[in-house]
């Protein structure tokens, strides 16, 4: 059976600060602060969303899946003095090119735990799994672990009780918080002229600079052996010219 509605609504609150300067010695930056919350009762790529229980679509109210609390980000150019106006060949060779960067950090998202077996994660026996336990003991954090504790594990399946047979778990939608992202890219550029019409840029790109590891979020499939942990990175540094 599928069940059609358009009565899903979501809320965003949110506040930014940014701070721009430009110096006169070719170089300027940019920096932007935000802090945000955003609530929703679905999250979904395609046109199908699952409810825990489609009778009671207020258990799924909670903290959007793409909600990103804290996020930091700036960007810089900085036109290289060296040999600038400098028209000899080794001038026109090595002046004039341009370095410029880009950094963003940002919190983890919002992460579920529930059990996609059938029929042992059909906790409430309404014929479809991926139901959630009920929630675990407050000594469990919902965040803060360290890289190790996500490539170790950050807990056990045996912290979420499962609830009796008929009935919602109560742990919520979007509890715990996945791993925060870290990265520095840079560029430097510049622009030859091979004639009044025609130019030529040489472009050289590094991606994550700092060559930090930027964990995917941890397996939290009650059914899977390798639950609780991180199995996987984004791409470490890169270069391209």
């Known amino acids: 059976m599928h069940?059609?509605?358009?009565?899903?609504?979501?809320?965003?609150?949110?506040?930014?600060?940014?701070?721009?300067?430009?110096?006169?010695?070719?170089?300027?930056?940019?920096?932007?602060?935000?802090?945000?919350r955003v609530i929703d009762d679905a999250d979904s790529l395609t046109n199908e969303v699952n409810y825990q229980d489609i009778s009671n679509r207020r258990l799924d109210r909670a903290l959007a899946g793409f909600d990103v609390t804290h996020r930091f980000s700036s960007a810089g150019i900085y036109e290289l003095p060296f040999l600038r106006s400098n028209q000899s060949l080794a001038g026109r060779i090595l002046g004039g090119w341009q370095l410029s960067g880009f950094a963003v950090f940002q919190s983890g998202f919002p992460l579920t735990v529930s059990n996609s077996a059938y029929p042992a994660g059909d906790y409430n026996a309404d014929g479809t799994a991926g139901d959630r336990p009920n929630a675990p003991s407050d000594d469990i954090p919902r965040s803060g672990w360290t890289r190790q504790q996500f490539l170790?594990?950050?807990?056990?399946?045996?912290?979420?009780?499962?609830?009796?047979?008929?009935?919602?778990?109560?742990?919520?939608?979007?509890?715990?918080?996945?791993?925060?992202?870290?990265?520095?890219?840079?560029?430097?550029?510049?622009?030859?002229?091979?004639?009044e019409r025609v130019h030529i840029q040489l472009h050289g790109d590094a991606f994550n600079v700092l060559n930090?590891?930027?964990?995917n979020?941890?397996?939290?499939d009650l059914s899977s052996a390798t639950f609780g942990q991180s199995t996987s990175a984004l791409s470490p540094r890169q270069f391209q010219l």
Do not use: C
Request: no cysteine; net charge positive.
């Open 212 to 215: 930090h590891v930027n964990l």
């Open 152 to 195: 170790s594990g950050i807990f056990p399946v045996s912290a979420f009780p499962i609830p009796t047979k008929g009935t919602n778990g109560t742990l919520g939608r979007n509890t715990f918080r996945g791993p925060s992202f870290l990265e520095v890219d840079m560029s430097l550029a510049k622009r030859f002229a091979i004639t």
């Open 3 to 36: 069940f059609i509605s358009a009565g899903s609504t979501s809320i965003y609150h949110g506040g930014s600060l940014i701070v721009q300067r430009s110096f006169q010695n070719g170089f300027s930056i940019q920096g932007s602060y935000t802090f945000s």
């Open 217 to 220: 979020a941890p397996v939290l």
